[in-house]
């Protein structure tokens, strides 16, 4: 069932309310933005997505190299294109993304009207490991910073990478912290005993599959003793892959997590699991149906429709309100009500 209650005025933020940051490209998606307080202000690391402007007969897509931005271009009518997915491009064996993805920041004061503030400008990749691009921040708040956990794509490799900020002016980089093919990753909020804690989503594409893990850490930099917590289960709306959204909400309960399933099909619905207060390996529950499916027109259609997605939520009292991409174009937000999730994994609770 689905609970979330979509804000009137979504998408909040769409590709023509930015400007390209890069010379001659145009915005085709906003996606899944991480999200934080920053003194009285609401901010959004929002993943942006730019490419050429496109010709008819060609695809063109930019990479980043030690000199900058690179187009490569293909003939669409090259019998080694495969152009079936909109995010990627398959020629002879390599794969490369249609779009390069770099994070931007929007601030609001009211958490519905979102502009940019020219103090903090744009984070692109920077390293080798980072060449097709920076993609999904999750941004967690703990004591003594934010941190924030994003995707690194490269020909190489999909991994997560750190930073930690303090002010989102100055970030340190931390490198690669889960190795590839490694996603999703979001970070609780705070220690458990002495151990940072963390989700991430490995893939084993032969044994196993593409499912949520646990892991502890005593510097959130080095990781070990990885569990995994959660598997797609069949005919569900998590049939295919899961991973983490934000970090989890502590709750008297249990952790809470907000994750994302989706089906063979790529259809992307939010689901919710409660975990253990002292060991958050253990699952106390995990919702039979989605809590949030993509109803809207602006879920269905657009870059990659039938798709809602988040990595970012605010947390005021009982009120969730989470911010997410809607067809991998759009940012759109809703409301939802803790309880009223603590109560549909109430009646879903494993024994
Ligand atoms: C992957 C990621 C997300 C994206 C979904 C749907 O999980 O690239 O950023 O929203 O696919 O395309």
């Given at each position: 069932m689905d609970i979330a209650k979509r804000n009137h005025l979504n998408p909040i933020l769409k590709p023509s309310d930015f400007k390209p940051a890069i010379e001659d490209m145009e915005i085709a998606c906003l996606l899944n933005p991480g999200v934080f307080r920053l003194k009285d202000r609401v901010g959004l690391v929002i993943r942006v997505a730019e490419r050429p402007t496109q010709k008819i007969d060609k695809i063109s897509f930019p990479i980043?190299?030690?000199?900058?931005?690179?187009?490569?271009?293909?003939?669409?009518?090259?019998?080694?294109?495969?152009?079936?997915?909109?995010?990627?491009?398959?020629?002879?064996?390599?794969?490369?993304?249609?779009?390069?993805?770099?994070?931007r920041f929007a601030f609001s004061e009211d958490g519905v009207h979102f502009t940019e503030d020219e103090n903090y400008p744009p984070i692109f990749g920077s390293r080798e490991l980072e060449?097709?691009?920076?993609?999904?921040?999750?941004?967690?708040?703990?004591?003594?910073?934010?941190?924030?956990?994003?995707?690194?794509?490269?020909?190489?490799?999909?991994?997560?990478?750190?930073?930690?900020?303090?002010?989102?002016?100055?970030?340190?980089?931390?490198?690669?912290?889960?190795?590839?093919?490694?996603?999703?990753?979001?970070?609780?909020?705070?220690?458990?005993?002495?151990?940072?804690?963390?989700?991430?989503?490995?893939?084993?594409?032969?044994?196993?599959?593409?499912?949520?893990?646990?892991?502890?850490?005593?510097?959130?930099?080095?990781?070990?003793?990885?569990?995994?917590?959660?598997?797609?289960?069949?005919?569900?709306?998590?049939?295919?892959?899961?991973?983490?959204?934000?970090?989890?909400?502590?709750?008297?309960?249990?952790?809470?997590?907000?994750?994302h399933g989706a089906t063979a099909e790529n259809r992307y619905c939010l689901g919710a699991m409660l975990l253990d207060l002292e060991n958050p390996a253990k699952v106390l529950a995990r919702t039979e149906n989605p809590i949030m499916e993509p109803i809207a027109p602006y879920e269905q259609t657009g870059f990659f429709g039938n798709v809602v997605f988040t990595n970012g939520h605010l947390v005021d009292g009982d009120k969730l309100t989470i911010y997410y991409g809607a067809s991998d174009e759009v940012i759109c937000m809703a409301e939802l009500s803790i309880s009223e999730i603590l109560n549909i994994l109430k009646s879903n609770r494993q024994s």
């Open positions: 980043y190299t030690a000199k900058g931005f690179w187009v490569m271009e293909f003939d669409k009518d090259d019998p080694d294109l495969d152009m079936s997915d909109p995010r990627v491009i398959m020629y002879k064996g390599q794969n490369y993304l249609t779009t390069l993805s770099y994070l060449s097709f691009g920076i993609e999904d921040c999750r941004v967690s708040t703990l004591e003594d910073a934010y941190y924030l956990t994003f995707t690194e794509v490269s020909p190489v490799a999909v991994g997560v990478g750190l930073m930690t900020t303090k002010d989102f002016k100055y970030f340190d980089h931390k490198g690669m912290i889960f190795p590839p093919h490694n996603k999703d990753c979001a970070l609780f909020e705070e220690k458990i005993g002495d151990r940072y804690y963390a989700f991430h989503r490995p893939s084993s594409p032969e044994l196993g599959g593409n499912y949520i893990w646990l892991a502890e850490s005593p510097d959130c930099i080095h990781w070990g003793n990885h569990q995994c917590v959660a598997t797609t289960r069949e005919e569900h709306f998590d049939s295919a892959r899961l991973g983490a959204g934000a970090a989890p909400i502590k709750t008297s309960e249990g952790w809470l997590e907000i994750y």
